[in-house]
């Protein structure tokens, strides 16, 4: 079946705008993960979203970031006002519930680049 | 809160010869452990994982990991490399109650033939 999927796979921006990232994951998974990857930081989380609760917001690394799940399925990762150290590639994740046990999905990837 | 450590960022091995992968553990509460591989320009895929049953465990393409709470480890092996093992290997961990995957640094393996 269909994997995780992103895009756009690469974005290229000037520092100061506004962007905006697309994960949609597997069908049937509740739950829906985002992380960075970064050659200073490697792989960190960002945020958690679990069926219709309220969303673990504890990763993200400054109120410039934010992220929506509409439907219970696609979601949007936004980032204002970008800088040069928001360069990374976003990686989205989803599994079938949010148990810490759970095989996480990853998808190829939202490579951005700051300039 | 949990965390794992990875030595050596780059990692040289002989077609045919043994891969050995380290990685260490902390965790304030029963850890489950993850083994994931990426290929250049594509996501992490997963290739075992620990979760409190055997402790040791076998994945996909030829891996095996075994968990030693004593040592606090899991470290991956496959005993013969292949060129296609070319890749980085990122250990992971999660915990009872916490289920947001924390990476290590990763390993860049290359595959001398």
């Known amino acids: 079946g269909a994997g995780v999927s992103q895009s756009p796979s690469n974005k290229v921006t000037e520092k100061g705008k506004d962007v905006e990232l697309r994960c949609d994951p597997i069908s049937g998974h509740t739950a829906l993960y985002w992380y960075r990857q970064s050659l200073g930081q490697g792989l960190e989380f960002l945020i958690y979203?679990?069926?219709?609760?309220?969303?673990?917001k504890s990763g993200l690394p400054s109120d410039r970031f934010s992220a929506e799940r509409t439907g219970g399925s696609v979601s949007t990762l936004t980032i204002q006002r970008t800088q040069q150290e928001d360069s990374a590639v976003y990686l989205c994740?989803?599994?079938?519930?949010?148990?810490?046990?759970?095989?996480?999905?990853f998808g190829p990837g939202t490579r951005l680049t700051v300039t | 809160a949990q965390s794992v450590t990875q030595l050596g960022s780059h990692v040289s091995v002989s077609e045919g010869a043994l891969v050995l992968l380290r990685c260490n553990y902390s965790s304030s509460v029963p850890p489950y452990l993850f083994w994931y591989v990426q290929y250049p320009n594509q996501g992490l895929q997963l290739l075992l994982k620990y979760t409190s049953a055997a402790t040791l465990v076998k994945g996909i393409n030829g891996f095996e990991a075994e968990f030693k709470k004593s040592e606090t480890s899991f470290h991956l092996t496959k005993p013969s490399a292949h060129m296609s093992d070319a890749a980085e290997y990122f250990c992971?961990?999660?915990?009872?109650?916490?289920?947001?995957?924390?990476f290590g640094k990763g390993n860049q393996v290359v595959v001398i033939p």
């Open positions: 979203f679990q069926g219709n609760s309220a969303p673990d």
């Open positions: 994740a989803s599994s079938l519930e949010g148990l810490e046990t759970y095989e996480q999905y």
């Open positions: 992971a961990v999660t915990g009872y109650g916490n289920n947001r995957l924390a």
